[in-house]
T-cell receptor, first 114, second 114 residues
Framework: GENVEQHPSTLSVQEGDSAVIKCTYS??????FPWYKQELGKRPQLIID?????GEKKDQRIAVTLNKTAKHFSLHITETQPEDSAVYFC?????????????FGKGTLLTVNP | NAGVTQTPKFRVLKTGQSMTLLCAQD?????MYWYRQDPGMGLRLIHY???????AKGEVPDGYNVSRLKKQNFLLGLESAAPSQTSVYFC?????????????FGNGTRLTVT
């Protein structure tokens, strides 16, 4: 099955700096890569996603890049703010009969220091 | 429109006891999922359903059973709870299969097995 590795597990930045979280996946047939943000004690919420036919997608201060050849994708947050502090999860969809499911990375705890 | 509602929010069980977690969605979603979240492990899929009357195993199904008798409800059962099942359980739903529609998560159920 699909395996998703996420790095780093923790990331601390100063307010206004950029943050980058990286993920790799194992199944070359995976075609959908969402990112979820989970604030402390709350539910995961989708913040951005990218499909395999697109190399980059941007939404205000958040961007995601995808390198299909290398099987990795990254989340970029610019001009970080304290409210960006949360756990971020990357995920990848399975292929074929597994395309109903998402496999998640283990998460990155991002702390933005004021 | 309440979205995805999970009950109960908290529960403490003794080893060997049984219980059922209820997930209800009012968005007319076809697909429903149960995940467990453990520290440093991300979200792992327990079971999922692609429509009323269907269920399928995910990554970590052992010790759990599920039922989808009604489209809006997805029940997760623990027949004989074990301390290893101490976790936060999240239910999610989606209108159609990934990647055509995103996952919507409930607020989670924190289960402790002593």
């Amino acid at each position: 099955g699909e395996n998703v590795e996420q790095h780093p597990s923790t990331l601390s930045v100063q307010e206004g700096d950029s943050a980058v979280i990286k993920c790799t996946y194992s199944d070359s047939a995976s075609n959908y890569f969402p990112w979820y943000k989970q604030e402390l004690g709350k539910r995961p919420q989708l913040i951005i996603d990218i499909r395999s036919n697109v190399g980059e997608k941007k939404d205000q201060r958040i961007a995601v890049t995808l390198n299909k050849t290398a099987k990795h994708f990254s989340l970029h947050i610019t001009e970080t703010q304290p409210e960006d502090s949360a756990v971020y999860f990357c995920a990848a969809s399975g292929s074929g009969g597994s395309n109903y499911k998402l496999t998640f990375g283990k998460g990155t705890l991002l702390t933005v220091n004021p | 429109n309440a979205g995805v509602t999970q009950t109960p929010k908290f529960r403490v069980l003794k080893t060997g006891q049984s219980m059922t977690l209820l997930c209800a969605q009012d968005m007319n979603h076809e697909y429903m999922y149960w995940y467990r979240q453990d520290p440093g492990m991300g979200l792992r899929l327990i079971h999922y359903s692609v429509g009323e009357g269907t269920t399928a195993k995910g990554e970590v199904p052992d010790g759990y059973n599920v039922s989808r008798l009604k489209k809006q409800n997805f029940l997760l059962g623990l027949e004989s709870a074990a301390p290893s099942q101490t976790s936060v359980y999240f239910c999610a739903s989606s209108y159609s299969g990934i990647p055509n529609s995103p996952l919507h998560f409930g607020n989670g159920t924190r289960l402790t097995v002593t």
